[in-house]
Structures are given as C-alpha cells and as structure tokens.
C-alpha cells in the first residue's frame, strides 16, 4: 500500500485538530482555507500544464536529445508533460503498470519513458542511424 497518499491527509486533519485545540474554530477556519488554498494551486497548475500540452500534437518535443538530459528518476508524468509541453504517446497497455511513453522530434530521435505509478523510473534515447553521404553525380568530362 502505498502510505503516501495517505500521508497528506492525514497531515491536514492533524493541522486541523490542533488548531481547533490552539485557536477554536476561528483555528480551524484559517488551516481549512489554506488547505483549500493549497488544493486550489495544485489543480490551477495542472490544468495551466494540461492546457498547453492539449496545443501541441500528440507524442511530439522540439528536441528529444534536450529532453532526455532533463529527465530525472523518480519525477512525475505532469512534470514530464511540464517539461516536453506535451502529451506522450501511450507504448503500453492502457491501465497496466509499467506505462511507457514516446516523445519523438522532427529529426527521428526520440525518448521512451517508463513510469510506475506515475513515477519516472527509466527512459532511453534512441537517434537515427547516420545516413552515408551520398556519392556525387558523375558530372560527365570536364
């Protein structure tokens, strides 16, 4: 089980509690609206996040190259999409754990992303092969 979505809650009903027991209700009237405060930025950033990422096809970055030396283990899906400005294109089963993302740029290269439980666990980059130079068209005598 995972105690950590159990953690902020509770921590808000202990704030709650002991500012009934330190101030009264007025106590409990000032931690409710900063706990509602607090849940009021959380949802404005991730609807500004999902905002500018709906403006932006699918699956898609500036440069895949830049995105995967920004990536960190252990961030979150939002704050991938934060940072990409984009929605990755879903590689897994929906609903199944491991989810695994693609971003790819104009140029071929792209990232695969693997997230447990909305956590970045893992991603590589994968570039394009180089292309041989092509040989120079016989120009005939000169």
Known sequence: MNFRRLLVPAAGAILIVAAYRSFGWPGVA?????????????????????????????????????????????????????MTRGLGELRSPKDEQPELYR??????????????????????????????PAEPADAGPV
Do not use: C
């Open 30 to 82: 000032l931690v409710s609206g900063a706990l509602v405060l607090y849940l009021l930025l959380h949802f404005n950033r991730t609807m500004a996040v999902l905002r500018r990422a709906a403006d932006r096809p699918i699956g898609t970055v500036a440069s895949a190259v830049m995105l995967n030396a920004k990536l960190r283990k252990g961030v979150n899906l939002l704050h991938v999409i934060a």
């Open 103 to 132: 971003w790819s740029d104009a140029g071929g290269s792209y990232v695969d992303a693997e997230f447990h439980n909305g956590k970045l666990k893992s991603w590589t980059l994968t570039r394009p092969d180089a292309q041989e």
